[in-house]
């Protein structure tokens, strides 16, 4: 079966610091890993994905993501946050069969 | 295209009614999602759709829950006779996708729903 661990509920960190939010996933066979983003009061936002090919995924608003297969992480990272970076993150897992699995979520803040 | 979009915006409703709602997704997806998500947890798959045929339906679906894509457009999810544990944000999505393939998937807003 698959899943996604997200081990951070919350993660602090200072503006225009780099800023990190770890996955991990387990799935069989290649997995197809998406990050998206909530806002308050706003829908779920696609930030980017990886299927195959290089390791590193860029995305929006200067977002990036590291695939990493002998550690089955997807961290979610960026090298200077800012405070409307402040939102809920949710990295997600699919096996090919269509249904996305999410993480519970990291509440992410930044402190101005 | 303004995004996928879901009607009503909040449902409060009592224990025992039945309460249906509705998504649009954009025009050109063909597949569409339904998901359920409450306070502190991400998402929580439903069932999803491509096109008008329904392709999955997760366990945590009750009988008491069911989904329609009527020629493939527009979908609803209908909940019978509502119980307190419904309550919950309702979320739906759509993507393009082919045969085999993952491919992002689009949010509305989502039902806020809540049973009283």
């Known amino acids: 079966a698959q899943s996604v661990a997200q081990p951070e509920d919350q993660v602090n960190v200072a503006e225009g610091n780099p800023l990190t939010v770890k996955c991990t996933y387990s799935v069989s066979g290649n997995p197809y890993l998406f990050w998206y983003v909530q806002y308050p009061n706003r829908g779920l936002q696609f930030l980017l994905k990886?299927?195959?090919?290089?390791?590193l995924v860029k995305g929006s608003y200067g977002f990036e993501a590291e695939f990493n297969k002998s550690q089955t992480s997807f961290h979610l990272k960026k090298p200077s946050a800012l405070v409307s970076d402040s939102a809920l993150y949710f990295c997600a897992v699919s096996n090919r069969d269509d249904k996305i699995i999410f993480g519970k979520g990291t509440r992410l803040h930044i402190l101005p | 295209d303004t995004g996928v979009s879901q009607d009503p915006r909040h449902k409060i409703t009592k224990r025992g009614q039945n309460v249906t709602f509705r998504c649009d997704p954009i025009?050109?997806?063909?597949?569409l999602y339904w998901y359920r998500q409450t306070l502190g947890q991400g998402p929580e798959f439903l069932t999803y759709?491509?096109?008008?045929?329904?392709?999955?339906k997760s366990r945590l679906l009750s009988d008491r829950f069911s989904a329609e894509r009527p020629k493939g457009s527009f979908s609803t999810l209908e909940i019978q006779r509502t119980e307190q544990g419904d309550s919950a944000m309702y979320l739906c999505?759509?993507?393009?996708?082919?045969?085999?393939?993952?491919?992002?998937?689009?949010f509305g807003p989502g039902t806020r729903l809540t049973v009283t």
């Open positions: 999505a759509s993507s393009y996708g082919l045969a085999g393939g993952s491919y992002e998937q689009y």
């Open positions: 759709f491509q096109n008008e045929a329904q392709l999955e």
């Open positions: 025009s050109e997806h063909n597949r």
């Open positions: 990886y299927i195959t090919g290089d390791n």
